[in-house]
C-alpha cells in the first residue's frame, strides 16, 4: 500500500530534479516543509515567486541581478581593463567574496561540452568578444573550472582572444581538478587568483 500522499509524492519528485538532491535530501525537506510554521513556508513560496520575476541576466555581463545593467557593470570604481571569464554566474559570487579582484566579470552560462551539444553559439562567446573589441580591455582572466570541459573551454577562448592585443590568464594551482570554483574556500580562490598564469 502507498502511504506517501500525492501532493508529497509530486514534491518529493521535484525536489529530486534539484542538482545535488538525492532521494534521502529531497525527503528530509520534505519532512521539514510539513512541519515547519505555516508561515515560513508560505514565505519561501513567496520568494520563489519572485525569483523569476525579479532576477534576471546583466545584458552586459550576464550575471544575476535585479537592475539591467548590473552594480557590477555600472560601478564606476571597477577596474575596466580586467574581466573575469566564467562559466556560471554564481562563481562571481565566490570571487567577489574573497575582496581580491575589483574588475568586471562576464558569465558565459555554461562550457563547450561537445558530446551534450554544446557549442561556441550556446555560450555568451560573441558578447564577450564584442566587449573586449570595444577597446581599454587590458587582461582577461579564464576561470573556468579545472574540468576537462572548462580546460577545453579556457584554450578555445585563448585562441580566439589573444590575436586581439589582450592578454590572457588563468587562476593559478590550488583549485582542485575536477572542482568548481564556486565550492573552493576564499583564501585558496583569493591565492590563485593573485598567482594567475598567463596562458
Known sequence: MELTPPAVRELLQRLG????IGP???RRIAEHLL???????????????????QVRLCSR??????????????????DRSTILVVEEPTTAWSVEATGEYRGLYHALLGRLS????????????????AR?????????ILA????????TTALYLARLLKPRGVAVSRPAAGVPVGGELGSVDRVTLSQALQLRREL
Do not use: Y
Open 61 to 78: 555581463c550576464f550575471l544575476l541581478t535585479e537592475t539591467d545593467p548590473c552594480a557590477v557593470c555600472t560601478d564606476p570604481g571597477r
Open 17 to 20: 530534479r534539484l542538482p545535488g
Open 144 to 151: 573556468m573550472d579545472p574540468t576537462v570541459e572548462g580546460e
Open 114 to 129: 561537445p558530446l551534450h551539444g554544446i557549442g561556441p553559439d550556446d555560450l555568451t562567446i560573441e558578447p564577450l568578444l
Open 35 to 53: 512541519t515547519a510554521p505555516e508561515s515560513e513556508v508560505e514565505a519561501l513560496a513567496e520568494t520563489l515567486g519572485r525569483l523569476r520575476q
Open 24 to 26: 534521502r535530501a529531497a
Open 132 to 140: 573586449i573589441e570595444n577597446g581599454g580591455m587590458r587582461e582577461v
